[in-house]
């Protein structure tokens, strides 16, 4: 037992964790130009449950229910909606790629908050989840978020709609 404990330790070193988000096309091409946000909602303690932070405590969510992947799309959107304390920022490069390093054991939730370049002729990504470690014990999470190129028959619609000029690519 003092060996589970010496390596409990170790695996619990602090802000040793990184998340990277990478965005492709369709085709697998990497999607430069957006601005992507990780916002730490809950650490893990070292019994491994979730305690909330950073003012996310009042967000009244049962963490047991996000295995349901229609509860975790709904929990997403309202934290989304909520204002972070502090979060990560970062934009990514010609592959797609930005990466969080040095974060902490927990929950994190990750956001779009803009988009430039290439990044704009997608849609926004829908805000997510992701663990810290991961259910296979990781700590260095890749994610690949689903993205959608913005259809020209909507750009039409808008333009029609709202009168104004926008540019189809």
């Not at 988000?21 to 990497?30: F, P, T």
């Not at 799309?73 to 989304?80: A, F, G, P, V, Y």
């Amino acid at each position: 037992s003092v060996m589970c404990l010496s390596m409990t330790s170790a695996v619990y070193a602090s802000d040793s964790c990184s998340i990277t988000v990478c965005e492709k096309d369709h085709d697998g091409n990497g999607i430069s130009g957006s601005t992507v946000q990780a916002t730490l909602i809950a650490e893990q303690e070292t019994s491994g449950a979730y305690k909330f932070v950073n003012g996310y405590e009042k967000a009244n969510v049962n963490l047991d229910s996000l295995s349901d992947p229609e509860k975790e799309k709904s929990t997403s959107l309202n934290l989304s909606r909520m204002n972070p304390v502090s979060s990560k920022l970062g934009m990514t490069d010609q592959n797609g790629s930005v990466k969080f390093s040095s974060l902490k054991r927990g929950l994190y939730l990750i956001t779009e908050s803009s988009k430039s370049g290439k990044a704009e002729s997608f849609s926004a990504v829908e805000p997510y989840l992701i663990s810290v470690p991961d259910s296979s014990g990781r700590t260095d999470i890749t994610s690949y978020p689903k993205t959608e190129k913005k259809d020209v028959i909507d750009n039409n619609k808008d333009r029609k709609n709202n009168g104004k000029n926008i540019h189809c690519q």
